[in-house]
């Protein structure tokens, strides 16, 4: 509460937790109501957790009629509140998440989900330093066309990717100066910013961290602000899959390394090539790989960024400092040695991406499990498995997958599943661009 003290002027509060597709679900409140809110929460009914991509219940859920719709109770995070920059009015989001009557987390809330891996780690001696790299467009939506907006320097529209470009970053100055002082304002660790392939697309990074939460959390943060900060601007962004057929799709890249309980890096063994540990990371993650797609690429949209040759992996597969593969081990000294995941798209809900991630590395290193070797040359030529193709397959390698199983609660497997087989079924009935219009800000 110390920062509301702080900041008189805010009059209203946003409460909201990630349900399973990422989608900020919560109430507005008077802020002279917030005190009760942080002390003593609020509730939901679980079913919110459980939302389609359009907001509705899950038909024959167990969560909505069967039991009455019943609560559960939301605790707001550690992070306590923060601003939220790109609304008019002084306004603050305190993000909770979701609890039992008793005090036992939801097993069904995705937040709960990556808790639930960082204290196998802890529990193990290790922790997880986690950062993720947001890749998203900024895109003109007032036509039926999408397309670049307009420089609001020249007013002159890009009509193609610029990769590393100083002028396209340029050509948006404005909004990118106004998000790095919100991400200091609501402490995320905004780092690097680049102009990517296609025609109005960035990727900002965010710095490593020993807490994969925080890292969840700075990344679902940092989406709904770009997101929000973009309309405050005059355009949108986007961090759906794929928004151009023709133009590269957006990714949400992982880098993590492990410590262990004095503080050194378990992938280090003092060489170029890493520690057994680490192989045993690379060789769980590329087990659960096929499993886990439907995580890392969860929407329909989502398939027509994983095609060869597109800058996205297709093959199951790992190699040293090759952008080709699925599992990138970078160029590094061997202290900061650590673990590329270039599957995931930038539409994933981030705190199940980075829980799959992690769990799946902490399996391959528990089992002591050795990877095939590593891949040399262009991975969309090797004789690799491949990934699933189509949501469909995605969906049903993830109800078998066996590594799937040990990282995630079975109440929130079944509830994802749920979900999906939903979603692909209503999915049916929408044209191209009724889909582009349904994820182009949602996820």
């Not at 670049?148 to 970053?169: C, D, N, Q, Y």
Request: hydrophobic share 40%.
């Amino acid at each position: 509460m110390d920062w509301l003290r702080e900041h008189p002027e805010v009059r209203t509060i946003r409460v909201a937790a990630a349900d399973l597709n990422g989608v900020a679900r919560g109430k507005r409140i008077p802020a002279r109501f917030a005190s009760k809110v942080f002390t003593d929460g609020t509730r939901f009914p679980y079913s919110v957790m459980n939302l389609d991509i359009w907001g509705e219940d899950i038909e024959d859920s167990p969560l909505v009629f069967e039991t009455g719709d019943v609560d559960g109770v939301l605790m707001p995070t550690e992070r306590g509140f923060v601003p939220m920059p790109w609304l008019e009015a002084p306004t603050a989001l305190l993000p909770i998440w979701m609890f039992h009557m008793d005090g036992r987390p939801y097993a069904g809330d995705p937040r709960q989900a990556l808790a639930k891996v960082v204290h196998r780690y802890s529990d193990a001696g290790l922790t997880a330093v986690v950062a993720t790299e947001l890749e998203f467009f900024l895109i003109d939506d007032s036509g039926t066309k999408l397309r670049v907006p307009p420089s609001p320097r020249s007013g002159k529209r890009r009509t193609g990717g610029e990769i590393l470009s100083l002028r396209a970053l340029d050509a948006f100055d404005a909004f990118f100066t106004a998000l790095y002082d919100a991400c200091e304002e609501m402490d995320i660790p905004a780092d690097t910013a680049i102009s990517e392939a296609g025609p109005g697309q960035f990727e900002i990074n965010l710095v490593h961290q020993g807490d994969a939460l925080k890292a969840a959390d700075d990344t679902w943060l940092f989406k709904m602000l770009v997101k929000g900060l973009a309309r405050h601007h005059g355009f949108a962004a986007s961090f759906m899959a794929k928004p151009y057929d023709m133009w590269s799709g957006n990714g949400m890249h992982m880098h993590f390394s492990v410590l262990d309980a004095q503080g050194r890096n378990i992938f280090n063994d003092g060489t170029s090539e890493g520690s057994e540990q680490m192989r045993g990371a690379v060789a769980g993650l590329l087990q659960a790989m096929p499993g886990s797609t439907l995580i890392l690429a969860p929407h329909e949209n989502s398939y027509d960024r994983l095609v060869p040759n597109e800058h996205a992996p297709t093959g199951i597969g790992w190699a040293f400092e090759n952008r080709t593969a699925a599992l990138r081990i970078p160029a590094s000294r061997p202290a900061a040695r650590r673990i590329e995941h270039r599957v995931a798209g930038g539409d994933v809900n981030p705190y199940l991406m980075i829980a799959a991630v992690l769990g799946a590395a902490l399996n391959g290193i528990e089992d002591r499990l050795t990877p095939p070797a590593p891949i040399i040359g262009n991975a969309y030529e090797k004789s690799l498995p491949q990934l699933p193709g189509t949501w469909e397959a995605a969906i049903e390698a993830f109800a078998s997958c066996a590594q799937i199983k040990r990282i995630f609660d079975p109440e929130l497997i079944e509830n994802y599943l749920m979900t999906k087989r939903q979603e692909i079924h209503y999915m049916a009935e929408l044209s191209d661009q009724e889909q582009s219009e349904l994820y182009l800000e949602t996820v």
